[in-house]
């Protein structure tokens, strides 16, 4: 058996969106901002190409989120996105 023998790994790419809500789920539990913020700024980007209306929507939560100041007003915001998802 060489390289090659069997059949093709398919990877799957989560959609943006879901890859977006695993990582407000994290921020929305913990209520830190970490590095999270820099995955979701990438999905938003992604998600502008299917569906801008929807990115620009959650892009500006999103940045409501980033001046979020506390953990209680993080756990908020990050609920309240994902409420629209």
């Given at each position: 058996m060489g390289c090659g023998d069997g059949p093709p790994v398919v990877v799957t790419v989560p959609p943006a969106v879901e890859?977006?809500?695993?990582?407000?789920?994290?921020?929305?539990?913990?209520?830190?901002?970490?590095?999270?913020?820099?995955?979701?700024?990438?999905?938003?980007?992604?998600?502008?190409v299917d569906d801008a209306a929807?990115?620009?929507?959650?892009?500006?939560?999103?940045?409501?989120l980033k001046a979020a100041k506390g953990p209680a007003a993080v756990k908020a915001k990050a609920k309240e996105i994902l409420s629209t998802l």
């Open positions: 890859s977006i809500k695993k990582n407000l789920e994290s921020v929305a539990e913990s209520g830190a901002i970490g590095s999270e913020m820099m995955a979701i700024d990438n999905e938003l980007v992604k998600l502008a929807k990115a620009a929507s959650v892009k500006a939560m999103f940045e409501q």
